[in-house]
């Protein structure tokens, strides 16, 4: 189910020279406004539901989903070097569930750190909103990495698929449209935050918590799953 | 330059035993016809931008997308014209100014899948070259790109605006206002095609990749926007006003709102509808006319080196 070297060479081109910088602006944004709301208006429990809420949650989070998902493998089935990969004597099960779970551990370090870090920031983890959101960016990571790693095996632009659900599905389409907000794992992710948090803090869901928790786990599983499936019925030659 | 010309030299016959080779005339001839010149290679890289970024003369699945997205523009326009017109409203739900705010996320995606299209892939298939050995540089190439992609980004928010225009008069909505508002919406519309132009031109011009064109668009569009909007909501809630005007500044998106509720009567879409103040509507203005100048500047810089 895992193997060192798959993951070595994952980590490798996740983390290699300009893909960290992107996948670090970010975070350096968001501790950046969270040091100037604190300075700005001091400790206030609404300003840092809206920051990690409205900013952190809804576009940090989904955007290095988006890069750390779509970039674990992508690229490589993109350039054909996928090849080399799948004709080593290893199941095409352990590549994806090894560059699953690289990409996981991506995100989140990349988003649960800087969450944490700035949820300290805006209100010191008053009203326990900074945990909250910390365990729901965790929980977020993991149900896009896996659907974000199925699009990049699905299509080409599995950059451009997983950004327009990211920012216009999720975002704005769930805030036009309430249908659009129940099928939204910023949503499922939010109503974990809703349970952990203190009953002051203004965290609201439009999904019920059993009903959140069945979603991620069926989102991430059957993402893993066709995954797989993809992977193991891609054929090598190109036809272009 | 030792072609031999008519005759080969005598004294030496050739390896193969050909000792008279020669050149014979096979009529090729000079260019005789007329010479177009700059202005005409100038227009046709305009027209042939501005085709190719609504898919025509590509192949049918390019044309689905921005056509896609045209109608899904429309639709709101037509709407509006027939619930204004059917329960009697006397002006149109959604004004004109803010009409392409409204519609950002479609004019984004749009923009996005425009602007690469349109630089990306002539870096990837090494074609700059092939411009410039025509009579135009890259003063000709960056201004015909931009003009193309701003006239492809008028016509894709302004013509539901003319729609939504023909329909307020024939439901009667009031001529001398539906028209001064229609006015000010087209200028409006100019402003977002200019400024959205050469943003997504400069970002697409940096990657011969489209995917990450696409990708830098869209991200570059919204990432500023989500933050600007979160930390104006914050300031609003700590009762600072006039720190929600000047926070517009720092996104494209916003940046449009203020400049259209303070100069152009529109409504804003900051919290509490509020109007930037008068020396902020004068950092909107200044903001705006520098983000245009300077991206067009570095987009003209960008083409100094015609390679990669």
Known sequence: MYNDTVAR??????????????????????????????????ADDRAAT????????????????????????????????????????????????????VAISVTIVFTTIPMLVAGYILNGNSQGIAGAFTVAAAVASIAYSAVFLLLGTVSRNAVVFGLVYALIWESLFGNLVPGARTLSIQQWALALAESTAGSGADITSDVALPAAVILLVAATGLGTWYAIRRLTVLTVAHDD | MSIPAQSAPS???GAAGRPDARIHNIGYRRYEGARLGASYARRSLFVHSLRGSFGIGRTARSKVLPFGLFAIMAVPAVIMVAVASTTGLDELPVEYTSYALFMQPIVGLYLALAAPQMVSLDLRFKTIPLYFSRPIDRFD???????????????FAGVPLTIAYAGGLLAKLGFV????????GLVATAVFAALHAVLGLLIASFTPRRGFGVAAVIGALTIPYFAVTAVQAVAEEQGSAGAVGWLGLFSPGSLLDGLQSK??????GFPEELVPSDAAGLG???????LIVGSYLLLMRRYRKAGL
């Open chain 1, 9 to 42: 060479l994952t980590y490798r081109a996740l983390l290699g020279r300009r893909r960290v910088l992107i996948l670090l602006t970010l975070p350096v944004l968001l501790l950046i406004i969270a040091v100037a709301v604190r300075s700005f208006s001091g």
């Open chain 1, 50 to 101: 809206d920051v990690l809420g409205s900013f952190a949650l809804a576009s940090m989070v989904p955007l290095i989903g988006v890069i750390a998902g779509t970039g674990a493998i992508a690229p490589e089935i993109d350039d054909g070097s996928i090849v080399y990969l799948l004709s080593k004597p290893l199941p095409r099960r352990t590549i994806i569930t090894t560059k699953l779970l």
């Open chain 2, 11 to 13: 004294g030496q016959p």
């Open chain 2, 141 to 155: 190439y960056v201004a015909a790109k931009c003009a193309a992609l701003a006239a492809a980004l008028f016509l």
């Open chain 2, 177 to 184: 206002d539906q028209t001064t508002a229609f006015g000010r």
């Open chain 2, 263 to 268: 100069f152009l009567g529109g409504t804003s």
């Open chain 2, 284 to 290: 909107y203005l200044l903001v705006t006319a520098a």
